[in-house]
T-cell receptor
Framework: DAKTTQPNSMESNEEEPVHLPCNHS???????IHWYRQLPSQGPEYVIH???SNVNNRMASLAIAEDRKSSTLILHRATLRDAAVYYC?????????????FGRGTQLTVWP | KAGVTQTPRYLIKTRGQQVTLSCSPI?????VSWYQQTPGQGLQFLFE???????NKGNFPGRFSGRQFSNSRSEMNVSTLELGDSALYLC?????????????FGEGSWLTVV
């Protein structure tokens, strides 16, 4: 199964950009790259997703390496509300075998 | 519009019992998926239902089962509860499925097995 590897924790100061890396060296051609974040005592919240090209939305940007074996979630200006656990997830659009691996995620701490 | 609603929010069961958790997806969403979250194993995918059919399944024993009704509401059942089943069970819904779609999560049901 395709798995993801993320740093356990990262820190940032408020209003600074944050680059959260994710390695997925065994990614398949049909795997979408999704990012979700989870605040304490809440369900995960969608951040962004992509397949091959870089993606932007009002929350963040997703930069996908050309070989798709890694990706980076970019928060352009971190706020205190961005402190959460960030999960990089691969979801296979073609499989019924549960190719949906969350990993442990990255705990992002944002300092005021 | 209303989000994903899970009931009950908290429950305590005894080892060996069974439990049924309920999930109401966002209106119009046809895909419902379930997840287990524990401190030890993190967030793990259980299964996905789409139009009343199980379409995707994670690596959990047969004690974990689910179903989806014609109105897209879903239930998850765990039989013969074990202490290790104590966890936060999350339900999520999306329009058409998991890959390439936005998945909306509920706040979860906290299950404690004693």
């Amino acid at each position: 199964d395709a798995k993801t590897t993320q740093p356990n924790s990262m820190e940032s100061n408020e209003e600074e950009p944050v680059h959260l890396p994710c390695n997925h060296s065994t990614i398949s051609g049909t795997d979408y790259i999704h990012w979700y974040r989870q605040l304490p005592s809440q369900g995960p919240e969608y951040v962004i997703h992509g397949l091959t090209s870089n993606v932007n939305n009002r929350m963040a940007s997703l930069a996908i390496a050309e070989d798709r074996k890694s990706s980076t979630l970019i928060l352009h200006r971190a706020t205190l509300r961005d402190a959460a656990v960030y999960y990089c997830i691969l979801i296979d659009r073609g499989s019924t075998l549960g190719r949906l691996y969350f990993g442990r995620g990255t705990q992002l701490t944002v300092w005021p | 519009k209303a989000g994903v609603t899970q009931t009950p929010r908290y429950l305590i069961k005894t080892r060996g019992q069974q439990v049924t958790l309920s999930c109401s997806p966002i209106s119009g969403h046809r895909s419902v998926s379930w997840y287990q979250q524990t401190p030890g194993q993190g967030l793990q995918f259980l299964f996905e239902y789409f139009s009343e059919t199980q379409r995707n399944k994670g690596n959990f024993p047969g004690r974990f089962s689910g179903r989806q009704f014609s109105n897209s509401r879903s239930e998850m059942n765990v039989s013969t509860l074990e202490l290790g089943d104590s966890a936060l069970y999350l339900c999520a819904s999306s329009l058409e499925g998991l890959a390439g779609n936005t998945i909306y999560f509920g706040e979860g049901s906290w299950l404690t097995v004693v």
